[in-house]
């Protein structure tokens, strides 16, 4: 199947043949769960799909060991077309568009109606991922708060959750939220908060969702968080092909790894996996309004 022209190499996705190709050794792949899950934030493209072939082999890979759906997402508008492109080619693939914070000032004028036009198309689930990230050195912070207001609007013209990507910037984000009015949904993706920030977003009726990092041996604030969340408001993702989780970390991530995830969370609350995995998958497919259509 062919793609189209704005989501080929132009995407500065490097392709399996470019140079730059991850090249860490891919995770092992965890057991098979008995339960089904979704992975609420990926990155198909990161991960090394370009073609429909490609969606295809990692969405099986995935449905291998029980992962039956992901959301891909966007990082710059070159990867919100391909993204959007790539809902259409699998039955059990969803979008999510919008500019990654440290990519802020690259959103015009051509680049906001281009997501305006994305927004509206039946299978992009969620705007973002979008928010704050004061850890990297890239967009300066005004531009980063003036495109997280506007992406926060464009989620609530459309009625589509807010992916939200928040990196050392947590008072800020919910602040903004606050003046902006926020959406009837929204997701943090990647959740890094401590167990503050977390009741303090459960409070507020955000979901939160959670990477690698929770199954992580040193990250005990953030897995305290993870045992206060009630599974209503919870949602799990890989963020392939970065965070993978432990025991693989520092292999390449996909989607058929989420299954460790699960399980490190299923063991900080003292649950059955399978007891977690039906709550998660039923979360994520209220919020991003799949209704349990994940098929074939």
Known sequence: MSIPASADSARGVPLPTEPG????????????????????HTHLDACGCVSADDIAA????????????????????????????????HPNVYAAIGLHPTRADMLDTAARSTLEKLACQPKVVAIGETGLDYYWDAADRAAQREAF???????????????????????????????????????FHCFSGDAAMARVCVDKGYILSFAGPVSFKNSRDLQEAATLIPPAQMMLETDAP??????????????????YTLRAVAALRNVDENELGAAVIATTRRVYGLGGSERG
């Not at 992916?163 to 003046?179: C, F, G």
């Not at 970065?242 to 989420?258: D, I, K, M, S, V």
């Open 149 to 187: 207001a506007w992406h926060i609007d464009l989620a609530k013209r459309n009625q589509k959750p807010l992916m939200i990507h928040d990196r050392e910037a947590h008072d800020d984000v919910l602040e903004i939220l606050r003046a902006e009015g926020a959406p009837d949904v929204v997701i």
């Open 58 to 89: 990692v969405m099986d890979r995935a449905k291998s060991v029980g992962v039956v759906g992901a959301v891909t997402v966007a990082d710059d508008l070159d990867s919100a077309i391909w993204a959007a492109w790539a809902a259409t080619q």
């Open 242 to 259: 970065f965070l993978t989780p432990h025991p693989q970390r520092g292999r390449r991530n996909e989607p058929y790894a989420l299954p």
């Open 21 to 40: 190709i991850d090249t860490r050794k891919a995770a092992d792949p965890p057991a098979p769960l008995e339960c089904e899950i979704i992975d609420a």
